[in-house]
């Protein structure tokens, strides 16, 4: 039975290490490296979410440490920007502080994976930092969650929260174990926007009233399954907008307002469910006219999160990567 575990990159196993993906891919692992500049490493391992702050700079959750590391996007520089967040609960898995974003110069973090239902004594849900090391929890989508269960079969009742997006005054939040996406507002109500089929939803992307998201898809993650949606406020009926590139993770706007998307990569299968992509096989795609999504750069290392600033792109890894792509637009 496909329980739709968890996201990219994790399982319910209390064992889980970062290679265990070589083991299960048959085919051989690709031996190269994408045509980017990696500016910084050592963030961390299980590392899925990103922003740019308000200072410019490229922020990064790291949620077995409870921390939210600052990236300078020039020379690479990791500080820390908060601590004291609720940390990994299992070890080696993901969790604790999964994405960050911010509205005008406040942070707000999404925690994930770290309530009763998954051993953790914390709310799972969306922090306030009001300080270096001091937070407020703003909403806790864990118990709504628990308390409005999805209509698909279920392993975790909190959920798997994912990503996060400031829109209209809150946040959206994608859940990618519960097939939906919520709105979050800043007083703490939650409402359910859409809900979905097995897709697995991830990341998302906003221009204007219109919201875009990506599908990893059901298992075993087919490249027609990996697909950028769209869906406007009172009509949340998702329209496609590109697909065709394998367990979709994240979508941006870069330069000239094109759409781009990660491909975490190519699925190992056979495997167990929420296994990592094969490592160097994911990459940075582009949405054509058709409908169609073209590869800019490939050989990226199980990417997870995607950023532009100006035409550069950086991309973060599940390992705690990030490499920056430079003049995206002029790529073929």
């Not at 110069?105 to 914390?122: C, E, H, M, Q, R």
């Not at 270096?132 to 409005?148: E, L, N, R």
């Not at 167990?272 to 409908?291: C, I, M, Q, R």
């Given at each position: 039975?496909?329980?739709?575990?968890?996201?990219?990159?994790?399982?319910?196993?209390?064992?889980?290490?970062?290679?265990?993906?070589?083991?299960?891919?048959?085919?051989d692992i690709p031996d190269c490296e994408p045509a980017a500049t990696r500016i910084a490493s050592g963030l961390?391992?299980?590392?899925?979410?990103?922003?740019?702050?308000?200072?410019?700079?490229?922020?990064?959750?790291?949620?077995?440490?409870?921390?939210?590391?600052?990236?300078?996007?020039?020379?690479?520089?990791?500080?820390?920007?908060?601590?004291?967040?609720?940390?990994?609960?299992?070890?080696?898995?993901?969790?604790?502080?999964?994405?960050?974003?911010?509205?005008?110069?406040?942070?707000?973090?999404?925690?994930?994976?770290?309530?009763?239902?998954?051993?953790?004594?914390?709310?799972?849900?969306?922090?306030?930092?009001?300080?270096?090391?001091?937070?407020?929890?703003?909403?806790?989508?864990?118990?709504?969650?628990?308390?409005?269960?999805?209509?698909?079969?279920?392993?975790?009742?909190?959920?798997?929260?994912?990503?996060?997006?400031?829109?209209?005054?809150?946040?959206?939040?994608?859940?990618?174990?519960?097939?939906?996406?919520?709105?979050?507002?800043?007083?703490?109500?939650?409402?359910?926007?859409?809900?979905?089929?097995?897709?697995?939803?991830?990341?998302?992307?906003?221009?204007?009233?219109?919201?875009?998201?990506?599908?990893?898809?059901?298992?075993?993650?087919?490249?027609?399954?990996?697909?950028?949606?769209?869906?406007?406020?009172?009509?949340?009926?998702?329209?496609?907008?590109?697909?065709?590139?394998?367990?979709?993770?994240?979508?941006?706007?870069?330069?000239?307002?094109?759409?781009?998307?990660?491909?975490?990569?190519?699925?190992?299968?056979?495997?167990?469910?929420?296994?990592?992509?094969?490592?160097?096989?994911?990459?940075?795609?582009?949405?054509?006219?058709?409908?169609?999504?073209?590869?800019?750069?490939g050989c990226l290392n199980q990417p997870t999160s995607l950023e532009f600033i100006g035409k550069t792109a950086?991309?973060?890894?599940?390992?705690?990567?990030?490499?920056?792509?430079?003049?995206?637009?002029s790529l073929p």
């Amino acid at each position: 039975m496909n329980w739709k575990r968890l996201v990219l990159g994790i399982t319910l196993s209390l064992v889980i290490i970062m290679g265990s993906s070589h083991a299960a891919f048959a085919g051989d692992i690709p031996d190269c490296e994408p045509a980017a500049t990696r500016i910084a490493s050592g963030l961390g391992e299980f590392l899925v979410g990103s922003t740019v702050g308000p200072d410019g700079a490229l922020y990064v959750p790291e949620g077995a440490a409870g921390r939210i590391w600052r990236v300078d996007q020039k020379t690479g520089e990791a500080t820390t920007f908060a601590s004291g967040l609720p940390k990994t609960v299992v070890l080696g898995d993901l969790g604790g502080a999964v994405d960050v974003a911010f509205i005008d110069d406040t942070a707000y973090i999404l925690v994930t994976l770290v309530g009763k239902d998954y051993g953790g004594n914390d709310v799972v849900g969306i922090y306030r930092m009001d300080g270096p090391d001091s937070y407020t929890v703003i909403a806790d989508i864990g118990t709504w969650s628990m308390d409005h269960p999805p209509i698909p079969e279920f392993v975790v009742p909190s959920g798997v929260q994912f990503s996060m997006q400031p829109y209209k005054g809150g946040f959206l939040v994608t859940d990618g174990h519960h097939n939906r996406v919520l709105f979050v507002r800043l007083n703490g109500k939650i409402t359910e926007l859409v809900a979905f089929s097995d897709v697995v939803p991830t990341g998302l992307a906003v221009w204007g009233n219109r919201i875009y998201m990506t599908e990893a898809g059901p298992i075993p993650h087919h490249p027609q399954d990996g697909k950028i949606i769209t869906f406007k406020p009172k009509s949340y009926t998702p329209k496609e907008v590109a697909s065709g590139a394998s367990m979709l993770i994240d979508v941006e706007f870069g330069p000239g307002r094109t759409l781009y998307a990660l491909s975490h990569g190519i699925w190992p299968d056979p495997s167990y469910e929420g296994a990592p992509a094969v490592p160097n096989t994911g990459s940075l795609v582009k949405v054509d006219e058709n409908g169609s999504l073209t590869a800019v750069i490939g050989c990226l290392n199980q990417p997870t999160s995607l950023e532009f600033i100006g035409k550069t792109a950086y991309a973060l890894t599940l390992g705690g990567e990030i490499w920056k792509i430079d003049n995206v637009s002029s790529l073929p």
